[in-house]
């Protein structure tokens, strides 16, 4: 089976670091674009991040600029999430998925039909 397994979540202060990671199996990911979403209690979920094929190009949401950095390890065909200056308001659980592709407005969306989720891992972000 194609399957993406996020890990790396947890609890941590305003302020703090986590990195997250989306390792694959079942198909190569540097042959897709994959992305970083995100969804908190009664919230949209909404793309966080997404990396093209081959490391061609990387995209970020407005609020997480600056802050969060996306990279790939084709040796170990992983995704990571790196997350600094985190906040409250990142408080989601956040998923990887693949293929994605990017809107005309620069928003990572997932390809529908196509898509493979990860079980999503949970980041709290509290004093």
């Known amino acids: 089976q194609l399957q993406l397994v996020e890990s790396g979540g947890g609890l941590v202060q305003p302020g703090g670091s986590l990195r997250l990671s989306c390792a694959a199996s079942g198909f190569t990911l540097d042959y897709y674009a994959i992305g970083w979403f995100r969804q908190a209690p009664g919230k949209e979920r909404e793309g966080v991040s997404c990396l093209r094929n081959n490391n061609s190009s990387t995209y970020y949401t407005d609020s997480v600029k600056g802050r969060f950095t996306i990279s790939r390890d084709n040796a170990k065909n992983t995704v990571y999430l790196e997350m600094n200056s985190l906040k409250p308001e990142d408080t989601a659980v956040y998923y990887c998925?693949?293929?994605?592709?990017?809107?005309?407005?620069?928003?990572?969306?997932?390809?529908?039909?196509?898509?493979?989720w990860g079980q999503g891992t949970l980041v709290t972000v509290s004093s």
């Open positions: 998925a693949a293929p994605v592709s990017v809107t005309v407005n620069g928003i990572c969306v997932t390809i529908q039909y196509l898509e493979v």
